[in-house]
């Protein structure tokens, strides 16, 4: 660059002239207009975390934090026609969401998406970028009478949705996460009695042998119906899903449930241990035509299939298995998960625990 008074050569960037002393006037950079059609970026007053807005035909992209990241989500927008980011339907988003997702999940996560996904089947042609919490509050609010287990998974399906959408740039905010469940009032967990399980082993009808197999493995249903064949071992089989902590475990079979796994390994017709099975072989379907029918046949109290893996670990503490082994076989990657949701002790156990104690104490205490 040159001085702009005695024009003398000076380092690119000088601000004084080291000849005659005058102060230069740096050029500014012309700040470029984008082009049309490609949208825009403008700063919001006063003091927030992100008060950069990208635009684009009058439609607000969303709030960012510098002009760069502004900018950049307009970029990734220009080879995307807004009209049909922003027309997608709850339907659409989770045709889209779950391709990606349910790469990740076992068959019986997947069954539990598809079920909460037909829970919200007045919003499938809704656009979603029009959908607000009240919305998504009205079909909770409409099925109130179940579980807490299964409002709470059905909030997070629309959560996952709705956190897919943002990364997407189809909305800024997420609704979903507003939406409020009914206060859970925690129930005893219901577990299979000792003539319960008399009376099923006495039915010997299929549909009684799985429930069988469910209580002498403590494995989820899904697990169950998923399992290859080649992972059947005589005492044990290896298997399980839902968590990192519970693929691929090593799972014991109990003595008394090892006849109903050799059956259907001898019978299976298929890939899956269970493929020989005549009745439903869907683990909802599985549910709804044979287990419940099935209670009710023998005259066993309505309990969900998720009562065999209670009852499976009640009786596994009750005998004395390792904490650390217990929680192995069933897949938790905390304890604390076994005790406070699996534990079920009956009065006969605590008395008989706590006499235990005592007599053991009064013997420790005569030996000292």
């Given amino acids: 660059m040159l001085c702009i008074k005695c024009g003398a050569s000076l380092p690119e960037g000088a601000n004084f002239c080291h000849m005659c002393g005058k102060k230069q006037a740096l050029q500014k950079k012309k700040n470029l207009r984008r082009a049309n059609g490609t949208g825009t970026v403008y700063r919001l007053a006063g003091r927030r975390k992100r008060p950069w807005v990208a635009a684009k035909n009058k439609i607000i992209i969303g ?76 079909v909770i609010d409409q099925h109130r009478s179940k579980s807490h287990s299964s409002l709470s998974k059905y909030k997070q399906l629309i959560t996952q949705m709705s956190d897919w959408a943002i990364r997407e740039e189809i909305i800024t905010t997420s609704f979903a996460k507003f939406v409020k469940l009914p206060e859970n009032t925690k129930k005893e967990k219901e577990i299979f009695s000792p003539s319960d399980i008399k009376k099923l082993e006495k039915d010997k009808s299929e549909s009684a042998r799985i429930v069988l197999m469910l209580l002498a493995t403590g494995m989820r249903i899904g697990e169950l119906f998923s399992l290859p064949l080649s992972s059947y071992h005589e005492s044990y089989v290896i298997g399980g899903s839902k ?93 604390s998960t076994t005790v406070n949701i699996y534990n079920h002790f009956d009065p006969d156990t605590l008395v008989q625990a706590v006499n235990v104690a005592a007599v053991t104490n009064a013997l420790l205490t005569n030996q000292n």
């Fill in 63 to 138: 709030y960012y934090a510098t002009k760069t990241d502004a900018l950049e989500a307009l970029g990734r927008l220009s080879s995307f026609p807004l009209t049909e980011r922003y027309n997608l339907t709850f339907a659409d988003v989770y045709s889209q969401w779950s391709e990606e997702h349910f790469s990740e999940i076992g068959p019986s996560g997947v069954e539990t998406y598809e079920n909460a996904y037909r829970i919200f089947s007045s919003l499938h042609n809704a656009k979603f970028r029009s959908l607000r919490k009240k919305d998504f509050q009205m």
């Fill in 243 to 335: 968590t990192e902590a519970g693929r691929n475990r090593i799972i014991p079979i109990r003595p008394e449930g090892r006849e109903h796994f050799s059956y259907f390994a001898q019978s299976a017709t298929g890939p899956l241990l269970l493929s020989g099975y005549s009745g439903q072989r869907l683990p909802d379907n599985f549910r709804k035509r044979d287990y419940y029918p099935l209670l009710e046949k023998l005259h066993i109290k309505r309990k969900t299939p998720h009562a065999t893996r209670h009852t499976y670990t009640s009786r596994a503490i009750k005998e004395g298995l390792a904490p650390e082994v217990l929680q192995e076989i069933l897949g938790h990657a905390d304890y």
